[in-house]
């Protein structure tokens, strides 16, 4: 089993940055793929960016540019720092981690960027 904590949501002013942290805990295997999804009122979820055990990224358009996603193989942590933040921006973002052909999810943490 995984488990999956996120953290570092907040309120933020538009053009601001937040960093996000995702913690994985349990049996881990060394080849997986983790990453993050946001999900806003009304919307479907939707990925944002990804990262392979091996370093290997893939971004949501429409965040090229302005995040990036990064990874600590040896503490089982994922990363998305966030910078020039947007109002279209705020959403709940959910760590996930898929490895063996199962997924695993966090909780979400909460993103509001507003003046």
């Known amino acids: 089993q995984v488990q999956l904590v996120e953290s570092g949501g907040g309120l933020v002013q538009p053009g601001g940055s937040l960093r996000l942290s995702c913690a994985a805990s349990?049996?881990?295997?060394?080849?997986?793929?983790m990453g993050w999804y946001r999900q806003a009122p009304g919307k479907q979820r939707e990925l944002v960016a990804t990262?392979?055990?091996?370093?290997?990224?893939n971004y949501a358009d429409s965040v090229k540019g302005r995040f990036a996603v990064s990874r600590d193989n040896a503490n089982h942590m994922v990363y998305l720092q966030m910078n020039s933040l947007k109002p279209e921006d705020t959403a709940v973002y959910y760590c996930?981690?898929?490895?063996?052909?199962?997924?695993?999810w966090g909780q979400g943490t909460q993103v509001t960027v507003s003046s």
């Open positions: 996930r981690l898929v490895q063996e052909g199962r997924e695993y």
């Open positions: 990262i392979t055990s091996e370093g290997y990224t």
């Open positions: 349990g049996s881990i295997f060394r080849f997986n793929v």
